[in-house]
């Protein structure tokens, strides 16, 4: 059973940083990808990056250069550095994992809250 749990959201000023995580049971890292979303207040969810097998990342176009997603091998965790925040930033944040040869093979995590303040 797949499980994915994110920490790491709170309030910070425009310009300041945050770093989510998300912990993972159960996922099989070589046949997935693993992905941040976010949903702000009356908008659809977005993508906002992936990683697959660790090595291979993606960035949407509007965090490229400040965010960074990351695997961390011995925590098993998934994370996310967010530098250079922007009020825009605000929303949920989601952690999710699908199976590449199976897409609708997902999983979600609970979200996280993120707050910029300008």
């Known amino acids: 059973q797949v499980r994915l749990v994110e920490s790491g959201g709170g309030e910070v000023q425009a310009g300041g940083s945050l770093r989510l995580s998300c912990a993972t049971s159960?996922?099989?890292?070589?046949?997935?990808?693993m992905g941040w979303y976010r949903q702000a207040p009356g908008k659809q969810r977005e993508l906002v990056a992936t990683?697959?097998?660790?090595?291979?990342?993606y960035v949407a176009d509007s965090v490229k250069g400040r965010f960074t997603i990351s695997r961390e091998m011995p925590k098993n965790t998934v994370d996310l550095q967010m530098d250079n925040l922007k009020p825009e930033d605000t929303g949920v944040y989601y952690c999710?994992?699908?199976?590449?040869?199976?897409?609708?093979?997902?999983?979600w995590g609970q979200g996280t809250q993120v707050t910029v303040s300008s």
């Open positions: 999710n994992s699908r199976r590449i040869r199976s897409p609708h093979d997902e999983y």
């Open positions: 159960g996922v099989i890292f070589s046949i997935v990808v």
């Open positions: 990683i697959t097998s660790g090595v291979s990342t």
